[in-house]
T-cell receptor
């Protein structure tokens, strides 16, 4: 079967660090995506991991462990504008994206 | 600049009417997708097309139809057979291999 799990909602404080986890079970694997989506807007691309390890891009980092079917998105130095939903998606063997329901991140001052 | 254009951004429809949402891309991408998003939910695939004149049903194709007569264009028709069409519709394109999926700005359809 195909399944993506991520927490529904998380709360963090401005200036802090937050880690959003994602686990996946799909037939075949061609990479793991993270997208950010502000309310009422289209998703915007954050990261793509196809090999194990950590990819760092400014305040955002993404980690992948293919053997564990696990990824996380790490956000550092949180800003109020980081309040959004974060979508995890796995690309299967047919190059189709399987989407998680998204994690709503609430940033408090 | 290259990108994906969806129109209209907001659309109101009476029950029983068909409506067509436009999606145009100038990224020279082979693959195009239509997703539906309901409040608090993830993206659900309606239809996708990996090449001109060919398209495949996604997970929730019932009540929708598409065409792919040109590489650049992938319009979605929401028919009267769709029982609950009020939603946010997103069009996306992709090279067809690994890499980023590009999204349009979305079309919000409300049935009155």
């Amino acid at each position: 079967g195909q399944n993506i799990d991520q927490p529904t909602e998380m709360t963090a404080t401005e200036g802090a660090i937050v880690q959003i986890n994602c686990t996946y079970q799909t037939s075949g694997f061609n990479g793991l995506f993270w997208y950010q989506q502000h309310a009422g807007e289209a998703p915007t691309f954050l990261s793509y991991n196809v090999l194990d390890g950590l990819e760092e891009k400014g305040r955002f980092s993404s980690f992948l462990s293919r053997s564990k079917g696990y990824s996380y998105l790490l956000l550092k130095e949180l800003q109020m504008k980081d309040s959004a939903s974060y979508l995890c998606a796995d690309m299967d063997s047919n190059y189709q994206l399987i989407w998680g329901a998204g994690t709503k991140l609430i940033i408090k001052p | 600049d290259g990108g994906i254009t969806q129109s209209p951004k907001y659309l109101f429809r009476k029950e029983g009417q068909n409506v067509t949402l436009s999606c145009e891309q100038n990224l020279n991408h082979d693959a195009m997708y239509w997703y539906r998003q309901d409040p608090g939910q993830g993206l659900r695939l309606i239809y996708y097309s990996q090449i001109v004149n060919d398209f495949q049903k996604g997970d929730i194709a019932e009540g929708y139809s598409v065409s792919r007569e040109k590489k650049e264009s992938f319009p979605l028709t929401v028919t009267s057979a769709q029982k609950n069409p009020t939603a946010f519709y997103l069009c996306a394109s992709h090279t067809g291999e690994t890499g980023e999926l590009f999204f349009g700005e979305g079309s919000r359809l409300t049935v009155l």
